[in-house]
């Protein structure tokens, strides 16, 4: 088992991560190979709260084109967590 602050990369910050967190969802870029087990133990763990519920997605890279290179570049896939938190818990990261 892989250490949490291995499995859990960092927090997504955008408006439609904001607009959940009134309903204690949180959303985290996760390493590609963890699970939802590995995930709701590290969030468990970090931030000592209790989860209710992962959902994972993945993302593919976009393409993006270098005008001045004339080139076309990969960006890298990415998956997220979507984690739903019981009752009241709360992270206080978000929070401030």
């Known amino acids: 088992m892989k250490h949490?602050?291995?499995v859990i990369l960092e927090p997504i910050v955008s408006e439609k991560s904001y607009?959940?967190?009134?309903?204690?969802?949180?959303?985290f870029r996760v390493a590609p190979e963890a699970n939802k087990v590995e995930i709701r133990q590290a969030v468990e763990e970090i931030f000592n709260v209790r989860v209710a519920d992962v959902n994972t997605?993945?993302?593919k890279g976009k393409r993006k084109f270098?005008?001045?290179?004339?080139?076309?570049?990969?960006?890298?896939?990415?998956?997220?967590?979507?984690?739903?938190?019981?009752?009241?818990?709360?992270i206080?990261?978000?929070e401030s």
Do not use: C, E, H, M
């Not at 607009?19 to 959303?27: E, I, K, N, W």
């Not at 270098?66 to 967590?81: F, G, P, V």
């Open 66 to 90: 270098d005008r001045r290179r004339r080139t076309t570049t990969q960006r890298s896939d990415t998956k997220r967590a979507i984690v739903t938190l019981v009752g009241d818990d709360r």
């Open 4 to 6: 949490a602050r291995q």
């Open 19 to 27: 607009a959940l967190l009134d309903q204690g969802v949180y959303t």
């Open 57 to 59: 997605l993945n993302r």
């Open 92 to 94: 206080p990261l978000f």
